[in-house]
């Protein structure tokens, strides 16, 4: 079997999504009309236009007058949906969904309309695509700290629906300094942790051993430069913390992906982890305004750029069913058909 047909095949997680990202364009202008709001792009290819991100800033501008559009629980509903059935024609058997209520409250759409949104897509998914799914709840890291309060609590009501807590949005410098107490106070209350650490981002290695040893996260999204510090190396393995990242491009460039010194970067720094012997995913980000670009075409373009063996592509989906918040048995069920695939498969034809 040719490495392409074994990617495409492969059972799968992502577990970096967030479902603000997940609007596609076309979607967006057909929401756009249906909710009357006034979006900057008249066309699909004009919005496309505009998501050329040439930084995280770029980025979450255009991501901002996306979100206005979330207006209805059918809104959250249909973007959910669309983003669980896709990737369930891609083989993705689970999938953790990010969403940022602060990003949602602060426009006057209640915390109850964007959760019931979401579930009932995942519900849905789940009995028609057979895709399981869960929630992560991020703060914004540049959102007041009360504001992430008051989604906490109203986090707490919806206990059972969300397994963890995360941090997103613009990285702020030292904003793990600013959420211990917050984060505390989610462990406590049984919400696992994870924390965007962005590329590149200033003082990015100083994040990440703050959001390590002062937010004691589980997991860190993103996280790459985590190859800069060799202690911190070693405590990422010692602890198995995950790192989820997401060799992502725009519209503009994606024709030609891996040209683009972004996704160089990330899959470069993703081959190394493996090397490294770090728990490293990979994953979609927000494959809506990325290119509308999925799992599949995600990991094909890894391959192209640095090249994976069969038994490390199986490595990646074995970091990523080891570390999802599900129990035993629901684990060892993903890990057994990602073992038998790649025993029937990896062994079988020349690549
Ligand atoms: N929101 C959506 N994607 C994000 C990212 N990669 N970093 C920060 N905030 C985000
Ligand atoms: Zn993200």
């Given at each position: 079997m040719n490495k392409e047909k074994f990617i495409r095949g492969i059972p799968k997680a992502d577990l970096h999504m967030h479902v603000e990202g997940a609007i596609?364009?076309?979607?967006?202008?057909?929401?756009?009309?249906?909710?009357?709001?006034?979006?900057?792009?008249?066309?699909a290819d004009e919005l496309k236009a505009a998501l050329d991100?040439?930084?995280?800033?770029?980025?979450?501008?255009?991501?901002?007058?996306?979100?206005?559009?979330?207006?209805?629980?059918?809104?959250?509903y249909e973007v959910t949906f669309n983003y669980?059935?896709?990737?369930?024609?891609?083989n993705v058997a689970y999938a953790d969904l990010m969403f940022d209520p602060q990003a949602h409250m602060s426009r006057?759409?209640?915390?109850?309309?964007?959760?019931?949104?979401?579930?009932r897509a995942q519900q849905d998914a789940e009995k028609e695509f057979g895709i399981r799914s869960q929630l992560i709840m991020n703060f914004q890291r540049d959102a007041s700290i009360e504001s992430a309060e008051q989604a906490l609590d109203e986090a707490l009501r919806y206990r059972d629906r969300i397994v963890a807590v995360g941090l997103d949005n613009t990285e702020l410098p030292q904003f793990y300094t600013l959420f211990t107490d917050l984060f505390r106070r989610a462990r406590a209350a049984g919400f696992k942790l994870t924390s965007h650490c962005d590329v590149d981002e200033p003082?990015?290695?100083?994040h990440i051993r703050g959001c390590f040893n002062q937010l004691q996260?589980?997991?860190?999204?993103?996280?790459?430069?985590?190859?800069?510090?060799?202690q911190l190396m070693e405590q990422a393995r010692s602890q198995q913390i995950c790192f989820t990242a997401c060799p992502t491009t725009d519209y503009i460039t994606v024709k030609d992906p891996l040209s683009d010194p972004y996704v160089?970067?990330?899959?470069?720094?993703?081959k190394a982890m493996l090397e490294a012997g770090l728990c490293v995913t990979v994953n979609t980000d927000d494959p809506g305004i990325m290119g509308g670009r999925y799992i599949n075409d995600i990991l094909i373009d890894l391959d192209r750029l640095v090249t994976l063996s069969k038994a490390e592509i199986v490595q990646l989906m074995r970091n990523a069913f080891n570390s999802?918040?599900?129990?035993?048995?629901?684990?060892?069920?993903?890990?057994?058909?990602?073992?038998?695939?790649a025993e029937t498969y990896a062994n079988h034809g020349e690549l």
């Open positions: 596609e364009p076309e979607m967006a202008i057909a929401l756009a009309q249906r909710n009357g709001v006034d979006l900057p792009y008249r066309s991100f040439q930084c995280l800033q770029s980025f979450l501008a255009v991501l901002k007058n996306l979100v206005s559009l979330l207006i209805h629980e059918q809104d959250f669980l059935k896709k990737s369930s024609f891609q006057g759409v209640a915390f109850d309309t964007v959760i019931q949104g979401i579930h003082t990015a290695v100083d996260v589980d997991r860190l999204d993103h996280g790459v430069n985590v190859l800069e510090d060799e160089q970067r990330v899959s470069h720094a993703a999802i918040w599900v129990n035993e048995q629901e684990r060892q069920d993903y890990l057994t058909a990602l073992e038998n695939y």
